[in-house]
């Protein structure tokens, strides 16, 4: 699973600046017949004029060059701010410049084309984005928060039945507790990668909203600067037809960015399947008997109030929320589960509580479940660290072979392979 998301997960940077980049390639070709052109004849200049009407299109991706009807409005929106007899200026600039006013002239002519969609004058092959992404979005998150809430439970079940074996020689021998402690980091794993794709859907769905408010605004302001005008000047209008095609743009990308998450989603979903041939219901209910099964939030509650008394510590730094800027923001160790449980319990991950305290140990952060497992940390941090990474060299699959070797990764395990 986790080769998988790598290879498919890009943040939403770094994804939208290759997109772009590839965008630009495919236009390339496009481009350089236009910039390298020497037309002089009639026919040459009606050639390049409809050349530049198929790049303006196939920049904007609003429709396609070969649909008559979007064509035909793509030629009158252009016409308007750019006529065919001012090609002879155009070709005179250096290749620079061509390129610079192509692009000006797609964000001008796609704004026109927004502003009159928005007044049922035109539009043609344009989808409403907004009413698209104001459906996708929250049923993309919806299913997300399903499956994650689904792999949570199984997670504190799969806790559950591990901290009740620790104390049964029976169980620990009939239930072979490597496997299900392998089972947890996969699915713990599952569960950080799910938190990944829905933290940049709501980024997404934050930037929709936004986005969506400035187009109106946008065009209430072009509306209202034309009202029943024959002629405005451009000076007042241009700069709002770039701003519309801007934020349309962005309104494309979302949508992209919203598909490939929704299929990351889908498709590293089937990993999981052998969860239920490995741990059936039957056998996991009967584990369960006797046990105690608590959810992470209801793990932290319990030691909410039970905090690090920093006068313990006179050569340790500990940081509290109420004390420490950014405190919600500092980069945890092993992505924030306790480092001292993992280490004295065979590897068993429970989530870390900052409120009980952050030791800030050699620049680097460390949470615990407990005061108790905090204080037994502190006292000899190197000796803990160590036996994380010892333990986690048994087990190549718990640390990220980019990163540092105290952050664990849960990686898919074999069985689930």
């Known amino acids: 699973m986790q080769v998988y998301f790598d290879m498919n997960y890009t943040n939403r940077v770094e994804f939208l600046e290759e997109h772009h980049r590839v965008l630009e390639s495919r236009l390339g070709s496009?481009?350089?017949?236009?910039?390298?052109?020497?037309?002089c004849a009639k026919e040459e200049l009606e050639s390049l004029y409809r050349k530049i009407i198929s790049y303006v299109l196939l920049r904007s991706g609003l429709g396609s060059p070969t649909d008559i009807k979007t064509v035909r409005e793509v030629t009158a929106a252009l016409q308007s701010v750019f006529p065919q007899a001012e090609l002879g200026t155009f070709l005179t600039l250096s290749k620079k410049d061509k390129e610079r006013q192509l692009k000006e002239l797609t964000m001008i002519v796609t704004g026109i084309r927004l502003f009159n969609r928005d007044c049922g004058k035109g539009g043609e092959g344009i989808d409403d984005l907004p009413a698209v992404l104001h459906v996708a979005i929250?049923?993309?998150m919806q299913h997300i928060d399903y499956q994650l809430e689904t792999a949570r439970s199984q997670v504190y079940r799969y806790t559950a039945i591990l901290e009740?074996?620790?104390n049964d020689p029976?169980?620990?021998a009939e239930l072979q507790p490597y496997m299900l402690k392998e089972a947890l980091y996969n699915i713990r794993q599952y569960e950080v990668f799910l938190q990944i794709i829905l933290s940049d859907i709501i980024t997404g769905a934050q930037e929709v909203e936004m986005m969506t408010k400035q187009l109106g605004a946008h065009l209430e302001q072009l509306k209202m600067t034309i009202k029943s005008k024959t002629a405005v000047p451009t000076s007042q209008v241009f700069p709002i037809f770039i701003a519309l095609s801007t934020l349309w743009t962005s309104l494309q990308d979302e949508t992209i960015v919203v598909g490939v998450l929704s299929n990351l989603f889908t498709h590293i979903q089937p990993f999981l399947g052998a969860h239920e041939l490995y741990f059936p219901e039957r056998a996991m209910q009967r584990h369960l008997n006797g046990a105690t099964v608590k959810t992470d939030v209801c793990r932290m509650k319990e030691h909410m109030e039970d905090r690090v008394n920093v006068a313990d510590f006179r050569k340790l730094e500990w940081l509290f929320p109420e004390t420490t800027a950014n405190f919600d923001k500092l980069l945890i160790q092993y992505r924030g589960f306790c480092a001292y449980t993992f280490a004295a319990t065979d590897g068993l991950l429970l989530p870390g509580n900052p409120a009980i305290g952050i030791l800030k140990y050699k620049e680097k952060y460390y949470t615990f479940n407990s005061k108790d497992a905090a204080y037994s940390f502190a006292e000899n941090p190197e000796h803990y660290i160590d036996i994380v990474r010892e333990k986690a060299k048994k087990n190549t699959d718990l640390l990220d072979s980019s990163c540092c070797d105290?952050?664990?990764?849960l990686s898919t395990v074999s069985f689930c392979m």
């Open 170 to 172: 029976h169980m620990r």
């Open 30 to 39: 496009v481009t350089r017949e236009i910039t390298d052109n020497r037309a």
């Open 406 to 409: 105290e952050k664990l990764v």
């Open 164 to 166: 009740k074996a620790a």
């Open 138 to 140: 929250p049923a993309t």
